[in-house]
RNA sequence: GGAGGGAUGGCCGAGUGGACGAUGGCGCCUGUCUUGAAAACAGGUGUGGGUUUGCGCCCACCGGGGGUUCGAAUCCCUCUCCCUCCGCCA
């Protein structure tokens, strides 16, 4: 959500914003309108209230009866008036809202314009690609060659887009999540376990409705929503609270499952596990004061980056242009892992700075020392990275010319000593 | 699932139609006193919105929404959440 007094005193800025990212400017006029209407039905409505209050004073003192009467009906013609704004002044409102709910977070002045995920830029890349003598096999070959993907009865459970993992494969994931959390926790984040459902304001609060609704699985008796990330419960944990400046920055991390309907990407991705209708993740997240916002964004894409670099994987840091940019995002980097089955470069986490976005229509707020007027606070999130694309970054990389996996050396503690999984596995 | 009881300011807790944005206590801040601290005493201490150069003024908010009324924390309806008991089930 953007401030309304940003809107009425730069349209301009927020107008360059929409158009950088290629969507229509013409709403900004529209909210304009809305809301000089708005402050013009408030003060009306308001002055009316004003007097209604002083005359229903006087009226409790009065005694001539003739006279109170005289002013009991007079109120309630004012009355009558006042609901008849109120009705004028709500639907201005309702229409206003909608359409400032809507508006996008604005780009950082670093952020690249351009067109979609092409323009991204390329920040450094780190590692050596890995070189084979062999034809290196994408995962979807692999991992049920090795026995620990099952695609045909994850159909069968759920249907397309589903799968099971198995054994080895099963454990080297739940070995991952558990070596990211406590990587995380080591580098300050608290560990949350929040609940995977949650109602629709949450949701709102984190920019996901209204307008992403349709990526959302819901419980259609209940107002409650699958999880489509972390982010979303972690938004909402401090909803409405008004934080002392004293306590920031909070650094939390949470494994979740995950639940996207993927309605927009139909059709892509539907082979192997990159894309799934449910998916693990580990995320990041921090509350800070705004001042600190760059600092901790550089925070944790560094912590992200030695998730990568731990587990010996090669990536690069992208920064997101205009293009590719989230709606609520101020400023976006991508770690990428490559895949050498797929050929592709994977998208493993993804670190954005959403400034007071989420904070604003989360009611997110904290205290300065100084005893000033609150301050919104701004939120960063982040994954410490998505896990079937970091399992499928494992696979792929440390695959061997018999199909054999070799196991990264910092899971095999976790993983019962194994340091290779094979095929009978 | 059945029966009942609750939700008030940072916390505790009064308030059942008019002087209540809300008594009182705790906490916190400031001042007086003190070498310092404590104690005591005095004052202050919510959020959002509108308006104003500013001082300020006005409006709204007593779990959420709606209603009755000239006027609602207070009465009515409804939803949510919490507590107690019974039943059922992991």
């Not at 998916?279 to 921090?286: G, I, P, Q, S």
């Not at 894409?301 to 242009?321: C, F, I, K, W």
């Not at 959403?354 to 989360?362: I, T």
Request: proline fraction near 6%; aromatic fraction near 8%.
């Amino acid at each position: 959500m953007l401030d309304m007094r940003l809107i009425r005193e730069e349209p301009e800025r927020v107008r360059e914003a929409l158009v950088k990212r290629h969507m229509d400017p013409s709403p900004v006029d529209k909210i304009l309108t809305l809301d000089e209407q708005r402050r013009q039905l408030i003060q009306g409505v308001e002055e009316k209230r004003a007097e209604r209050n002083v005359v229903s004073k006087d009226i409790a003192k009065m005694k001539d009866q003739v006279e109170r009467q005289a002013k009991i009906d007079e109120m309630r013609q004012l009355g009558d008036n006042i609901d008849a704004i109120d009705a004028d002044l709500k639907a201005v409102e309702v229409e206003l809202n909608a359409l400032v709910s809507e508006l996008p977070n604005i780009p950082d002045p670093d952020v690249p314009v351009g067109v979609d995920d092409s323009d991204n830029v390329v920040v450094r890349t780190v590692g050596e690609l890995p070189e084979f003598d062999f034809e290196p096999k994408p995962h979807w070959d692999l991992g049920p060659e090795l026995g620990i993907i099952d695609f045909e009865r994850g159909v069968k459970l759920a249907g397309s887009r589903f799968y099971v993992l198995s054994g080895l494969g099963a454990r080297l994931q739940r070995a991952l999540i558990y070596w990211m959390v406590d990587l995380h926790v080591k580098q300050g984040y608290l560990e949350k376990y929040p609940p995977f459902m949650v109602r629709g304001e949450i949701l709102y609060g984190a920019g996901q409705l209204p307008k992403f609704e349709d990526n959302l699985y819901k419980d259609h008796e209940e107002d409650l929503w699958m999880i489509p990330t972390a982010e979303v419960p972690l938004t909402g944990l401090h909803m409405d609270e008004i934080l002392d400046e004293a306590q920031l920055p909070l650094r939390y991390t949470a494994y979740t499952a995950c639940f996207r309907r993927e309605k927009a990407s139909a059709g892509r991705d539907v082979r192997g596990i990159k894309r799934g209708f449910q998916f693990d993740k580990v995320e990041l997240y921090t509350f800070c004061r705004l001042e600190d916002s760059p600092a901790e964004h550089d925070r944790m894409v560094s912590d992200a980056e030695e998730t990568a670099a731990l587990l010996g994987l090669p990536y690069r840091m992208m920064l997101q242009s205009t293009g590719d940019l989230g709606f609520g995002s101020h400023k976006t980097y991508d770690i990428e892992m490559w895949a050498p089955g797929c050929k592709e470069w994977l998208e493993v986490s993804s670190i954005s700075n959403v400034g007071d976005f989420q904070a604003r229509r989360s009611g997110l707020r904290y205290r300065p020392t100084d005893g000033k007027n609150t301050q919104f606070v701004h939120t960063l999130n982040g994954s410490g990275l998505g896990l079937p694309r970091t399992l499928i970054a494992v696979l792929e990389n440390y695959q061997q010319a018999d199909g054999s996996i070799v196991i990264p050396e910092v899971l095999r503690p976790l993983m019962g000593g194994e340091t290779v999984i094979r095929a009978e596995g």
